[in-house]
């Protein structure tokens, strides 16, 4: 994600934080002025959402490490004004392992909320009047700050419980389904539920908070992006790389000339190129690159490409393009065969008129 400052890592796992992050701390200020706030509240303000957002980074960590559990990577954490996201490779599709991974984030705000009864003086508080009790909360304490914290876990577990895909409660609702039918139909329920709460979450936004909306928003894309991915995933099921293959491609020489490139790239539909000499594969060169360097004509594909790279082989199944596209971040992956020869290249452009054609029941094998 662009624009992020990384924090360190923990477990192995990377923390991030994205700028608009401190768009919260001064807009947290900034309330706290307006409502007639010191110095000493300010602080106190801030230091109750850095410490709700290492709840918050704890709470993905149990995400994090219950999916390590099922060999499931966890490219890193990130955390944004409405939250933390743990990018895991993938969430697990036996039901039982989703239904963990699902709970082990609020489980951790359960344990929180729980230690954080210990250090709140609530005989204290029952036994002060309403005017007494406020004037404490509004005075910098641990005390206070415990308080806050526990309401916030509280807030937290329920608030990431509602059945709506893409929360914690979303999923949880389409793991408990997928017990007794198939994962694309409880995706599918899982996911208009989703999109429905959205819609609800939009229209209170409007009335009420606009903060609401972005969280709509969220719900809404991340449950239509998942119920998406899960279609595509029931689509290829069964079949292998090399029906999705690009047959008919360029292989470019380590000393093809940009110029020449382009001359290619206008002339065809090709995007991105394999590099080789002789047999074997010496790079990738791609799309964004070549453009990146347009006026450089006298470099070469050698100066330009990508050495680190992964090819798919032919007869594995074609699901594990996902899998290695949300892995490595890219779109286009050599094919190779049995023998480690290269037959070809696999993009989504590819993929995706293959699903298109499996979806409208046309040929088992896309436009090479």
């Given at each position: 994600m662009k624009g992020t400052l990384k924090l360190g890592r923990i477990a192995g796992i990377s923390i991030e934080v994205h700028w608009t992050f401190s768009l919260l701390l001064i807009w947290v200020v900034f309330l706290d002025i307006q409502r007639g706030g010191n110095l000493s509240s300010s602080l106190l303000n801030i230091a109750f959402i850095l410490l709700l957002f290492i709840c918050v980074v704890l709470h993905e960590l149990g995400h994090a490490l219950t999916a390590r559990r099922f060999k499931i990577k966890t490219k890193g954490i990130t955390l944004l004004p409405i939250g933390g996201v743990a990018s895991l490779e993938k969430m697990p599709e036996k039901p039982?392992?989703?239904?963990?991974?699902?709970?082990?984030?609020?489980?951790?705000?359960?344990?929180?909320?729980?230690?954080?009864?210990?250090?709140?003086?609530?005989?204290?508080?029952?036994?002060?009047?309403?005017?007494?009790?406020?004037?404490?909360?509004?005075t910098p304490s641990i005390s206070t700050i415990s308080f806050f914290l526990l309401v916030a876990n509280i807030m937290l577990v329920g608030f990431n419980m509602i059945p709506a895909f893409p929360m914690d409660g979303g999923r949880v609702l389409r793991a408990l389904l997928a017990f007794g039918m198939d994962r694309r139909k409880a995706t599918e329920i899982a996911a208009s539920l989703g999109q429905l709460m959205a819609v609800i979450f939009f229209v209170l936004g409007l009335l009420y908070n606009p903060f609401l909306v972005l969280?709509?928003?969220?719900?809404?894309?991340?449950?239509?992006?998942?119920?998406?991915?899960?279609?595509?995933?029931?689509?290829?099921?069964?079949?292998?790389?090399?029906?999705?293959?690009?047959?008919?491609?360029?292989?470019?020489?380590?000393?093809?000339?940009?110029?020449?490139?382009?001359?290619?790239?206008?002339?065809?539909?090709?995007?991105?190129?394999?590099?080789?000499?002789?047999?074997?594969?010496?790079?990738?060169?791609?799309?964004?690159?070549?453009?990146?360097?347009?006026?450089?004509?006298?470099?070469?594909?050698?100066?330009?490409?990508?050495?680190?790279?992964?090819?798919?082989?032919?007869?594995?199944?074609?699901?594990?393009f996902f899998d290695l596209m949300s892995s490595q971040k890219n779109l286009f992956f050599p094919v190779i065969d049995q023998d480690n020869k290269v037959i070809g290249a696999i993009d989504m452009s590819n993929v995706s008129e293959f699903l298109v054609l499996k979806a409208e029941g046309g040929s088992d094998r896309a436009r090479a």
């Open positions: 039982g392992q989703e239904l963990l991974v699902a709970l082990a984030g609020p489980a951790v705000n359960v344990v929180i909320a729980l230690f954080l009864l210990l250090l709140v003086p609530w005989q204290e508080y029952i036994n002060m009047d309403a005017e007494s009790l406020e004037q404490l909360l509004t969280i709509a928003l969220f719900i809404f894309i991340g449950a239509y992006g998942e119920n998406k991915m899960v279609k595509q995933t029931s689509l290829v099921a069964g079949h292998l790389v090399h029906e999705a293959t690009l047959t008919n491609i360029t292989i470019l020489h380590p000393g093809t000339l940009l110029t020449d490139i382009i001359d290619i790239l206008i002339a065809g539909t090709e995007k991105d190129f394999i590099v080789m000499e002789g047999d074997e594969i010496k790079g990738l060169l791609y799309h964004k690159v070549i453009l990146q360097n347009a006026k450089n004509t006298h470099l070469t594909a050698g100066e330009l490409m990508h050495t680190q790279f992964v090819a798919l082989r032919d007869s594995s199944p074609l699901q594990g």
